[in-house]
């Protein structure tokens, strides 16, 4: 079941889940070249920024097309922004510590997710409180955490990822991803 313990305002959601990946982010970048649990670390992040990206497509970026001026083309890039880093994602979920392109792949996560919770926390995220009202944002931010829940956990750089197919489609990516990750017990 979501989480909807607290604020559950889908800024603070966003925001919430921002500062869970910097904390991941700052923990990779501090034990760089140390092998032990690093594969789990990074499988556990890939498959919350995973959730994270599908429960976006599904409802922040509609609500942005709908409502912001130039709505269409700040959904546009961010949705292009998830499949560049879903495609890098998706190299990495394949190697582990030992692989000589591991240490440049997570660095490479790290730099786009960065810069992408920037460019979200700079301008999406105010011009969508601006937009919407609390109560909005409160139904948009339990209708995230309830997203995340059934959302795959692996990347899937061509899955749709706009309405109605991703909407459609996620629910039923997401259940064979977690039968994949309990029978390759990956632990996310």
């Known amino acids: 079941m979501p989480n ?55 409802f922040v970026y509609p609500v942005a097309r709908e409502r912001l001026r130039k709505g269409d083309e700040i959904a546009d890039h961010e949705i292009e922004e998830h499949a560049e880093a879903e495609e890098v994602l998706k190299q990495l979920e394949g190697l582990g510590p030992e692989s000589p392109q591991f240490e440049a792949l997570v660095k490479k996560m790290i730099d786009d997710v960065r810069h992408h919770m920037e460019e979200e ?31 795959p956990t692996r990347p899937h750089p061509h899955a749709p990822d706009k309405p109605p197919a991703n909407l459609i489609l996620g629910p039923g990516i997401g259940f064979i991803d977690k039968i994949r990750d309990t029978l390759s017990h990956r632990d996310v």
Do not use: N
């Not at 931010?141 to 309830?146: C, E, F, P």
């Open 4 to 58: 909807i313990e607290g604020d559950t305002d889908l800024i603070d959601v966003i925001i919430k889940d921002h500062r869970q990946f910097e904390a991941t982010f700052t923990e990779l970048e501090s034990h760089t070249g140390h092998a032990y649990g690093r594969k789990e670390l990074v499988d556990h992040v890939i498959a919350e920024l995973v959730r994270h990206e599908v429960a976006e497509e599904q």
């Open 121 to 151: 926390e700079r301008d999406l995220l105010p011009r969508l409180r601006e937009v919407c009202d609390e109560e909005e944002l409160q139904d948009l931010g339990h209708k995230v955490l309830a997203a995340k829940e059934f959302a």
